[in-house]
């Protein structure tokens, strides 16, 4: 996969003067409440994390804890109440709202529990899309695709449409379609959250290796223990702070 990893070692950088890997997504004292009623519910409470290059991070943490929260502040799509997040070393505490989407389309992929890939579109053409709003023509974008796809095992099915394809399938469409320009970063709440026990596992087994070959940096909430067991490392949410957790 000659695309997917000469993104991903322009990714792996790291920095001249320490030595040390430029994490891809950090966040630094970050809070963030939300109110109900009268009460003020302190879902995020100085939390500090790092996570880098070709990292598989499991985020494990009852419903409610704040994990998607977690998830939506890592990726841009919310701003947090106090607290920066560098994307690649970059603080996009100071950016603009411009600044942040840009940096947001490029650098950050995103697969919910449920797919939402275009309805009318084949497998290859929604994994096509976003490489085209990134500006690449429509024959680099529909081999790149096949090559993800083929990743994903899912190569025999690009011509599919979402609707003739399992929920395991759509998944790892989903996945090709996150990494299709190649972020730094990918962020998946509950991915297999709707998956039988097996399928969960098939995705994963897809979904690590795609990683392992592009070194994207992955932070990944599930409830699945043994797909947590898998990773590299697990984190939880208690109390507002992110913690590790021994598995
Ligand atoms: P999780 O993903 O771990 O289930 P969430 O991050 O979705 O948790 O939510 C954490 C808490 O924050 C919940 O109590 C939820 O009701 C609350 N919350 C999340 N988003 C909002 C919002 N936009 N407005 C008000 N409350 C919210
Ligand atoms: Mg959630």
Redesign the pocket.
Known sequence: MADARSGASSRATTSAASGKSVPAMELRAVKRS?S?GENE?Q?LNDVNFAIHPGEMVALV??????????LHIAGLLEHPDEGEVLIGGVNCADLGDDARTRIRRSDVGFVYQFHHLLPEFTALENVMVPQMINGLGRKDAAARAQQLLDYMRMGNRSSHRPSELSGGEQQRVAVARAVANAPRLLLLDEPTGNLDPTTANYVFDALQALVRASGVATLF?THNMELAGRMDRCIT?SGGKVLPVEL
Request: glycine share 12%; aromatic share 6%; hydrophobic share 45%.
């Open positions: 939300f109900e519910l879902i943490a009852p419903s409610g804890t704040g994990k998607s929260t977690l909430a949410l």
